[in-house]
Nanobody, 125 residues
């Protein structure tokens, strides 16, 4: 079992930056592929970014590529999402997700076994 707790969300002006964190506990985090998803009001939860268990491979949705950076520190059981050049359309609840095993990165919701409670990101224009 893995417990995930996100933090770092908040209100920021367009063009600003935020860094989200997701702390994991409960099992061998270092062998878990991880991802960030987001859900805006009235919309489905969508993929944002993924990272392999080693951190050696990352993948981003086209909408955030070049602006967001996904990293992990396995010694601290924590992953980070650095979000730069934020836009109002980035406003959403951001969720951290982890999967049991897997050697690469994964982009589908059903591929993940554990989810955090979410953290709100609001970007004002």
């Amino acid at each position: 079992q893995v417990q995930l707790v996100e933090s770092g969300g908040g209100l920021v002006q367009a063009g600003g930056s935020l860094r989200l964190s997701c702390a994991a506990s409960g099992r061998t985090f270092s062998r878990s592929a991880m991802a960030w998803f987001r859900q805006a009001p009235g919309k489905e939860r969508e993929f944002v970014a993924a990272i392999s268990w080693s951190g050696g491979s990352t993948y981003y949705a086209d909408s955030v590529k070049g602006r967001f950076t996904f990293s992990r520190d396995n010694a601290k059981n924590t992953v980070y999402l650095l979000m730069n050049s934020l836009k109002p359309q980035d406003t959403a609840v951001y969720y951290c997700a982890a999967r049991d095993g897997g050697s690469y990165y994964y982009t589908k919701k059903y591929e993940y076994d554990y989810w955090g409670q979410g953290t709100q990101v609001t970007v004002s224009s």
